[in-house]
C-alpha cells in the first residue's frame, strides 16, 4: 500500500489525482502504523494474505500463549447450500470473508469439507465453517486459554448464530466472538471495529478491571453512539409527532423551526444504556403531557413554540421550570407518517425493536456459556 502511494507521489498514475493527495495519504497511513513500521511491518503481506496463512496462523498458536485475540476486517458475505430451502434460514447458508490473494493449490484440500459450489472465488474466502473446525481444534488442544474473535464485515453475525446453535460442544469453548452485523445483513462501515478497540484503549489507560461482558456492552454502546444518525432517520420514517412537526420552536441564535425536539429526544433515548426503558419512558411522557406544556404567551425566552394567540408549548426536556401558575400538560401521540397506518398511533418501542432487526446492522455476540469466558477481565489477555 505505501509503495503504491509513493508511486503516485511520484506522477506514475495518470488518473488525474494531484501527486500531494498520494503524498496526504502516505503520511496519514506512517503515522497511524508507526508502531507496525517501526517493528518491521506484517509478518505476512502481498500473496501470502490469503486464507491458507490464516488457517495456519491459527492452527499454530504457541503453547504459552495465554489467551488469543482474532480481529478480521474485511468484506463478507453468503450463499444458499441447499436449493430449496428457506433463503432466510441462517442453517441454510454458508457465511465467509474474503481475502486479497487466493490459497495456493497445495493449501486447498482445507476446502474438502465446506460447500463452496455457488462462491465465485472460493479460494479467497475463510468460510464459517472452517472458523468453527479451527476453533474446535484449538480447545481440544487447550481447553482453557480463552479465545476473543472480532468479525468486522457484511453478514458476520452468521458464526454466531452458528454457535449459538451448538453442534460441536461450543458452550463448552471459552471462546468469545463480536460480529459486526446480523447473519443476512450488511455492516456499516467501520462496524464494530472502532468502537472495539476504542473500548479497549481505554481499559488499558485506565488499567480498571473490566470483563468481556461489560467490554462488550461498552463497545456496542459505542457503535450505537456513533451511528445513531442513521438508525434516528430510519426509526423518524416510522414515528413521529404531528403536534410537534406542526410547531417552531424558538432557540437562542436559531431560526425559529430549525431545531426538532422530537429529534433529539429520540436520539438521546437511543444512546441510553439501558435504550429499551428510555424509549418507552419517552413514548409515555409524550402521551402523558409531561414532555411539552402549555404556558401563556411570553412566560419563557427560549425553548417555545407558538400554540396559539394566547399560548405558547414549551419543551420540558430542554427547558428549566419558572414558577408558572397556569401550566398545563400537552399531550401528543407519536404516530406512523407513512403507509396504511398512517396517523395511527405506534408503539415507539416495537418500531424501533422492527428498525434494528431489519434496517441497520446491529453487533451480536456468542460466546461459551458454560464457562467463564464472559467474566474474563480484559486486562488478563489483553
Known amino acids: ?20 493527495y498520494y503524498t496526504d495519504m502516505r503520511v496519514r497511513a506512517e503515522a497511524q502504523c508507526r508502531r507496525l513500521l517501526d517493528e518491521g511491518g506484517a509478518h505476512y503481506d502481498y500473496t501470502d494474505v490469503n486464507p491458507a496463512t490464516v488457517m495456519n496462523v491459527l492452527s499454530n498458536i504457541p503453547k504459552e500463549a495465554t489467551g488469543v485475540h482474532i480481529a478480521v476486517y474485511s ?22 470473508f474474503n481475502m486479497p490473494y487466493e490459497a495456493p493449490e497445495e493449501a486447498r484440500e482445507m476446502y474438502s469439507f465446506v460447500a463452496t459450489n455457488e462462491a465465485k472465488h472460493p479460494y479467497c474466502n475463510v468460510y464459517t465453517t472452517q472458523l468453527r473446525v479451527l476453533f474446535h481444534q484449538l480447545f481440544t488442544e487447550n481447553p482453557t486459554r480463552p479465545v476473543v474473535c472480532l468479525l468486522n464485515c457484511c453478514r458476520s453475525g452468521g458464526l454466531t448464530e452458528a454457535l449459538k446453535r451448538g453442534r460441536l460442544g461450543e458452550a463448552r469453548w471459552p471462546l468469545f466472538v463480536i460480529a459486526s452485523s446480523q447473519a443476512m445483513k ?3 462501515v467501520s462496524g464494530m471495529w472502532s468502537a472495539w478497540f476504542e473500548i479497549l484503549a481505554q481499559i488499558r489507560k485506565e488499567r480498571k478491571p473490566c470483563t468481556l461482558a461489560a467490554a462488550y456492552e461498552a463497545a456496542e454502546d459505542k457503535y450505537y453512539a456513533d451511528n445513531v444518525f442513521e438508525l434516528t432517520n430510519h426509526i423518524k420514517e416510522r414515528a413521529y409527532s404531528r403536534e410537534v412537526f406542526s410547531l417552531d420552536f424558538v432557540f437562542e441564535n436559531k431560526q425559529a423551526g430549525s431545531i426538532d425536539p422530537w429529534h433529539i429526544d429520540l436520539t438521546a433515548a ?8 428510555r424509549i418507552k419512558a419517552l413514548q409515555e411522557s409524550y402521551r402523558n403531557g409531561t414532555a411539552f406544556v402549555t404556558v401563556p404567551k411570553g412566560s419563557y425566552e427560549y425553548g417555545y413554540a407558538k400554540l396559539n394567540e394566547t399560548h405558547d408549548v414549551v419543551w420540558t426536556h430542554h427547558m428549566e421550570y419558572k414558577p408558572i401558575k397556569d401550566r398545563r400538560p400537552y399531550p ?16 415507539l418501542w416495537e418500531e424501533v425493536r422492527k428498525s434494528l432487526e431489519n434496517d441497520i446492522a446491529c453487533p451480536s455476540s ?8 464472559a467474566e474474563t477481565d480484559v486486562l488478563a489477555w489483553c
Do not use: C, F
Open 270 to 277: 437511543l444512546t441510553a444504556h439501558d435504550r429499551e426503558g
Open 332 to 347: 401528543v401521540r407519536l404516530t406512523a407518517w407513512q403507509g396504511p397506518n398512517a396517523g395511527k398511533e405506534v408503539d
Open 366 to 373: 456468542a460466546y461459551g456459556t458454560e464457562t467463564s469466558i
Open 186 to 188: 450488511d455492516s456499516l
Open 75 to 96: 468484506h463478507g458475505n453468503s450463499y444458499k447450500t441447499v436449493e430449496n430451502g428457506d433463503p432466510n434460514d441462517p442453517k441454510n447458508h454458508e457465511w465467509y
Open 1 to 20: 500500500y505505501l509503495d503504491a502511494l509513493r508511486e503516485g507521489e511520484k506522477g506514475a498514475y495518470n488518473n488525474g489525482i494531484p501527486p500531494r
